[in-house]
């Protein structure tokens, strides 16, 4: 069945640094990928979103990167802010609008 | 632009008794909503997938007649947790398609639901 994990379920970086989170996939017929944000009692918040035929796009402070060959994207927030601390999830999906939530990565921002 | 809201944001009941969850589209026509849950520590799990108009599809494993799911209009859609028992006890957030945008689906901010 689907399946989508996250290579570090907790990443801890310096204020200031750059953070990348990583997320791997198995559908190979996803076809578009969402970041979302959710900090604690509260719903996620989207990001930055991929289309399968980009491998590269760039937001505020966020890139998100995309390798279909691996099924492997990673969302890289340059010079982390403490406001950054959140779990984040990557969510694949495909013609159906489903979308399919990974275990979640908690990034903590040390002052 | 593209937010969604959740009415009540917390509530506790007794067991046995029925919980009805509103989300709404504020500013834009929402073509899918979907439902999920979400326990502590853990990822959100889909329940069901809501069109306007028609029939909620829900995922395996999750009880129709007890989690009932109304599409009224493209701007609001309610989640009935029926006879709630403490196991229901969770963290229920739903989300809405834009269907100008096609993809992104934009989250409410949950309701906590807790049955004693």
């Known amino acids: 069945g689907e399946s989508v994990g996250l290579h570090l379920p907790t990443l801890s970086v310096q204020e200031g640094d750059n953070s990348i989170i990583n997320c791997a996939y198995s559908?190979?017929?996803?076809?578009?990928f969402i970041w979302y944000k959710q900090e604690s009692g509260k719903g996620p918040q989207f990001i930055i979103d991929?289309?399968?035929?980009?491998d590269k796009r760039q937001g505020q402070r966020v890139t998100v990167l995309l390798n279909k060959t691996v099924k492997h994207l990673s969302l890289q927030i340059a010079a982390t802010q403490p406001g950054d601390s959140a779990v984040y999830f990557c969510?694949?999906?495909?013609?159906?609008?489903?979308?399919?939530f990974g275990s979640g990565t908690r990034l903590l921002v040390r002052p | 632009g593209a937010v969604v809201s959740q009415h009540p944001s917390w509530v506790i009941c007794k067991s046995g008794t029925s919980v009805k969850i509103e989300c709404r589209s504020l500013d834009f026509q929402a073509t899918t909503m979907f439902w999920y849950r979400q326990f502590p520590k853990q990822s959100l799990m889909l329940m069901a997938t809501?069109?306007?108009?028609?029939?909620?599809?829900?995922e395996q494993g999750v009880e129709k007649d007890k989690f009932l799911i109304n599409h009224a209009s493209l701007t609001l859609s309610t989640l009935t947790v029926t006879s709630a028992h403490p196991e229901d006890s969770s963290f229920y957030i739903c989300?809405?398609?834009?269907?100008?945008?096609?993809?992104?689906?934009?989250f409410g901010p949950g309701t906590r639901l807790l049955v004693l």
């Open positions: 809501s069109n306007e108009g028609s029939k909620a599809t829900y």
């Open positions: 989300s809405a398609r834009d269907g100008r945008t096609q993809e992104t689906q934009y």
């Open positions: 969510a694949p999906g495909d013609s159906s609008y489903k979308l399919i």
């Open positions: 559908n190979s017929a996803s076809d578009y």
């Open positions: 991929i289309r399968s035929n980009m």
